[in-house]
């Protein structure tokens, strides 16, 4: 796991630690020193806490303009032991829909187990963004399924071309573009 590194193609148009409207501004990572364990598993020093011993995540981009973020997650999103939900709404999205993002792109594909509770984060969490979206890209197959035993469909958008989308060959721009007007078609 330690050589899974979160995205780094578009660190030269949006870093979250020298973001003052970032929940992890002045955030330190080493690129030297493996300290952050999943289940006795190293992860790459670049992923950033959120405060949870088994998901970790990355702010891979924020558009203020277009109310905008990109995540990307690794490890086991526990709600049920963890609370993770808990953790990433109290810890990371408050503070980024205080700043006024209303539209965020879940990168899953390194999230490996979903392990459910109740729903009641995910429904505050979507009630919160009102009018934009909440769009879970790439997960795996098996988190998709127990995440909709759990009713987290609901408020996050899977499915379609959303669970196979190549989202590392877009500018991250044209990547909300491109989830904006997949979830438009849906929702419109």
């Known amino acids: 796991m330690h050589t899974l590194e979160p995205h780094y193609a578009w660190l030269d148009q949006y870093q979250a630690n020298e973001d ?71 810890n990371i999205i408050d503070l980024m829909t205080h700043e006024g993002i209303r539209k965020f792109v879940l990168i899953g594909e390194n999230v490996f187990n979903f392990h459910g509770s109740d729903d ?12 934009g979206w909440i769009a879970a890209v790439n997960f795996q197959e098996h988190v998709i399924r127990e995440m909709r035993q759990y009713n987290v469909d609901s408020y996050l958008n899977f499915g379609g071309q959303l669970d196979d989308l190549p989202w590392r060959t877009y500018a991250p721009r044209k990547l909300f573009e491109v989830v904006d007007n997949l979830l438009q078609r849906r929702l419109g």
Request: net charge negative; glycine share 2%.
């Open 20 to 90: 003052p409207r970032s929940p992890l501004f002045e955030a330190e990572n080493s690129l030297d020193s493996y300290v952050n364990t999943i289940y006795g598993y190293y992860i790459h020093p670049q992923w950033d806490s959120l405060d949870s011993e088994t998901l970790y995540l990355k702010i891979l981009f924020v558009d203020y303009e277009a109310e905008a973020a990109i995540l990307e997650f690794i490890g086991e999103w526990n709600d049920a032991i963890e609370n993770d939900v808990m953790l990433l709404k109290r």
């Open 120 to 131: 009641s984060y995910y429904e505050e969490w979507f009630e919160d963004v009102e009018d």
